[in-house]
């Protein structure tokens, strides 16, 4: 399970030998791509084929027509994103991470989301494209239980479903930009976080959801 090529609409990532400890010196990557990036895809190829029309263009004076067609990509339209929601999660603080990014490039350091390490399970990830990159990686010494993570194809602006807190409830149930859901606890409990979280142009939430504790 260390170093895979992922396919959507869905599946699970664990850390290697989950749920027991990972090794030491570990460095695995994973790469996510939706399973029908078609749309998304023809977008990206348009585009190259647009620089490569524009210069034929500039140069031969021909292809305008195709310029002129492709240079409007119709954008969002049934394109994917990736969204990755954690399970478990449990890594030797400071010294063992997991790296999420988006795209296809794993390890590129402009593309990085998050640098993921500890013991709290992180929130959602969305990524902004149809593809997002995983990197494990662990030092010399100091193991712990590792992660279990699973993922989804979700529709381009969305933050997807953040999920419900225990003893609470959510108020709305719509997770695209610009949406916002509110969320109370049973009585006898008392809300810790954000009572409104938005979904933010990046496909994140503005805040990780709120939990219910005992008063
Ligand atoms: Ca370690």
Known sequence: M?????????GIITSPNFPIQYDNNAHCVWIITALNPAKVGE???NIQYNKEGLKAELSS???QGKWMLCSNPVHGTGA???KLAFEEFDLERGYDTLTVGDGGQDGDQKTVLYVLTGTSVPDLIVSTNHQMWLLFQTDG???????????????QGSCGDPGIPAYGRREGSRFRHGDTLKFECQPAFELVGQKAIT?????QWSAKKPGCVCK
Not at 143 to 155: H, M, T, V, W
Request: charged share 25%.
């Open 2 to 10: 260390c170093d895979a090529h992922l396919r959507g609409p869905s």
């Open 43 to 45: 977008e990206s190829v």
């Open 61 to 63: 004076g021909r292809q």
């Open 80 to 82: 994917q994103v990736i």
């Open 141 to 155: 010494s100091g193991s712990s239980l590792g992660f279990k993570a699973s993922y989804e194809e979700i529709e």
């Open 199 to 203: 979904c933010q142009k990046n496909n």
